[in-house]
């Protein structure tokens, strides 16, 4: 047969690959800081996640911020967030609000911040797309199962004390590590739902199929 | 000089369009093949340099190229003559303001409205009259394909991938649309935002599908604004929280009456700002209070709340045929704000008429 040449109608791609931030391995005594996008249940999981580092170690200053969920950090809260030896930002459990919170740790990443994105299984596909797409794919997320909007309390507690330690490996160990042990995931499963929908394939499904396994209070 | 990836497939009609679905390249609908001589024929249609870059499209940051555009545009259907207005409608999208990268990944079901005023919309058929949000009208139906096709194959829009929207809407496969001028009582939207009648515009909002609103017996303001507060004050929408933009197009026998009545797009702003709100008991106790942003940091002492921060934040344009309907979208929120810009040459400069975009 003959064959017939079209154009490709995808736009090229520019990326500009930005390394993770050093980290120092230290974050006891130091100031952390704490942006909510105020979901549903955003500024508990931080409240839960924070309550959990202490316990690990110690002393530290933790400040809080919100920020509208569609919208980037406002300048003026950023501006102080640079003056933290880390960041824990969330939530990314819808689209909208994983793309501006993804952004937002992306950024403060650049400006030699450590951060954490606390995002869903659901949308850590699209926050890995996303942060590949910002030259950033070994950006360390925290995972928790989607949904966290409708939990319960002592549910979003299990969810927190589930990624308490990845949080503080993220925040301290060395950043071609955390690269290297990221970058691979959450891949699969975004590539997976391209030709059937919705099977869960990431390590964060594979360990918890049921999706997080959080018990009613008895 | 084109850039562009050549793709050498077998010249059938079923592999191409096979092979174009596989690729996650459309939007489900068969395409026109983007050959080399069509992609040509729509790049002459435009003064603007097939290399030339508008930006880069989130959530994947394509470059969005003139000839990226071109192919795209082909693939839609459009005809050449239709080319600047999609370059128009593209350069607003990529304003910051409008905030594509959100827009796009958003769980909420909104899409980039293209409405267009001035000249050029009668001279390219762009239907501002019945069925004006519907099919029938290749102008209003390619431009806006072009547009979502971009958004697929630049902007990486892709549903359930970077494109999360959670139900979605019929109006992501096109939404363009002309206001029906002729039948305005009142400014159109473009000479409202500073532009010449005679200079001819695209205005971009992050819309939901219109929502029908209904009253088919008021002859009086009165009865017709009661409709549209009633209609309109709704806890589901973002604009009840997020504020923003929402759009109210109203049918030419709607607007009729309520300039009859003393009526102009400020006085009925003012009214549905003051009249159309939410009980505060009703707004606090549902959905999205508190979500920073929101009515109660900007009326912390108001009864009712209002769906949008200020009246001038309301868009009015007077759309559709005969018949006593108007219609209400709703918009993304405050997040994403619309843009108007006019269609014109590289340089700039508004075009007459789509002949002079040509390349001689």
């Known amino acids: 047969m003959q064959t017939i040449e079209v154009l490709d109608p995808r736009g090229a791609l520019r990326v500009t690959e930005q390394p993770l931030a050093n980290r120092n391995g230290k974050l006891a005594r130091t100031r952390i800081g704490f942006l909510s996008n105020k979901k549903a249940n955003a500024t508990l999981l931080l409240q839960e996640i924070e309550r959990l580092l202490h316990e690990r170690f110690g002393d530290f200053e933790a400040i809080y911020g919100e920020k509208g969920a569609a919208v980037p950090v406002p300048p003026e809260f950023l501006a102080e967030l640079e003056t933290c030896s880390a960041v824990l930002t969330g939530m990314a459990d819808c689209g909208s609000c994983t793309s501006w919170s993804l952004h937002d740790a992306v950024v403060l990443e650049g400006k030699g911040i450590p951060s954490v994105l606390l995002c869903t299984d659901e949308f850590a596909p699209l926050a890995r797309a996303e942060s590949v797409a910002k030259g950033m794919g070994g950006l360390p997320l925290a995972v928790i199962p989607h949904p966290l909007a409708d939990n319960r309390p002592h549910e979003v507690r299990t969810k927190a004390e589930r990624i308490a330690d990845e949080i503080v490996a993220i925040l301290t160990r060395d950043a071609s590590e955390l690269d290297a042990q990221y970058r691979p995931l959450y891949h699969r499963l975004a590539q997976t739902r391209l030709k059937q929908s919705a099977t869960c394939v990431d390590d964060v499904c594979i360990a918890d199929p049921s999706g997080g396994a959080v018990q009613p209070a008895a | ?360």
């Open chain 2, 1 to 360: 000089m084109s850039d562009a990836r050549r793709i050498a497939l077998d010249d059938d009609l079923d592999a191409i369009e096979d092979w174009f679905h596989e690729q996650g390249l459309t939007d489900g609908l068969p395409i026109v093949p983007p050959t080399s001589e069509r992609v040509a024929r729509m790049l002459a249609a435009t003064d603007f340099e097939p290399s030339d870059e508008l930006g880069l499209m989130g959530p994947k940051w394509g470059v969005a190229t003139i000839e990226t555009l071109a192919i795209n545009a082909v693939m839609a259907g459009c005809t050449p003559a239709y080319f600047p207005v999609v370059i128009a409608a593209i350069q607003a999208m990529l304003e910051e303001k409008f905030n594509l990268y959100a827009v796009q990944a958003t769980t909420h079901p909104c899409a980039p409205l293209v409405i267009v005023n001035g000249p050029l919309a009668a001279e390219l058929g762009i239907n501002a009259r019945y069925n004006v949000f519907g099919q029938g009208f290749r102008a209003n139906a390619t431009i806006g394909r072009a547009i979502r096709l971009a958004l697929i194959n630049v902007g990486g829009g892709a549903p359930g991938v970077l494109d999360r929207a959670t139900h979605g809407m019929p109006s992501k496969y096109s939404f363009c649309i002309a206001e029906n001028e002729e039948e305005n009582p009142w400014q159109p939207l473009h000479v409202e935002r500073g532009f010449a009648p005679e200079v001819s515009t695209v205005t971009i909002g992050a819309c939901e599908n219109p929502h029908n609103l209904n009253d088919h017996i008021s002859n009086t303001s009165d009865g017709i604004l009661t409709m549209i507060c009633s209609s309109i004050a709704a806890i589901g929408t973002n604009n009840a929280y997020l504020y923003g933009e929402p759009i109210l197009c109203l049918g030419p026998e709607h607007a009729s009456i309520l300039a009859r009545d003393g009526y102009d797009k400020t006085k009925i702003r003012r009214h549905l700002f003051e009249h159309a709100r939410i009980p505060r008991v009703q707004w606090q106790s549902a959905g999205m209070f508190g979500m920073p942003g929101s009515g109660n940091n900007h009326f912390p002492d108001a009864d009712a709340l209002p769906m949008f921060r200020k009246p001038e934040y309301l868009m009015i344009i007077v759309a559709g045929g005969a018949g006593r309907h108007s219609v209400w979208l709703p918009t993304f929120g405050a997040g994403s704000r619309s843009v108007t810009r006019p269609i014109a040459r590289r340089d700039g400069t508004p075009l007459r008429s789509t002949a002079e975009a040509r390349r001689v």
